[in-house]
């Protein structure tokens, strides 16, 4: 029974990470096509220096969704994640309230808190090269 159990959770995992991997290629790619207008966007938001964090979270988007796929530095990803989703949070759409506001960013923040926890499953890069922070 419990070894079914830790089948069915990294089928889970796996699915998590796949899930995330994908919604952060989707987001990433239009902001590294155009770093430019990532970086004005960026700036009308109130982050300086806007060209830095617009081209750290484009790549961060685009590369990490990909490594995320491939289950590779799951732990680190989910860690600089969920601080970019903090920041998403508190700074941008705290005042939106959970409803139409946060709400989506709440449940990508707790799905990256639990791959911060689990790592990224037997199918992943890190069990193959046994990358698991802890």
Do not use: C, N
């Amino acid at each position: 029974m419990i070894q079914l159990f830790y089948v069915f959770s990294d089928w889970g995992i796996l699915a998590l990470r796949l899930a995330l991997g994908a919604i952060f290629i989707a987001h990433g790619w239009p902001k590294v096509k155009d770093l430019r207008g990532t970086a004005e966007k960026f700036a009308s938001m109130g982050f300086k220096p806007a060209k830095f964090w617009a081209t750290l979270v484009a790549f961060l988007e685009f590369v990490g969704g990909i490594a995320l796929l491939f289950g590779f530095l799951t732990q680190i990803l989910a860690a600089l994640f969920a601080a970019q989703f903090i920041v998403i949070i508190l700074k941008l759409k705290r005042k939106k309230g959970l409803v139409d506001g946060y709400e989506f960013d709440l449940l990508i923040l707790a799905a990256l808190l639990a791959l911060l926890a689990l790592g990224g499953g037997s199918a992943s890069a890190d069990s193959f090269f046994r990358l698991l922070l802890y």
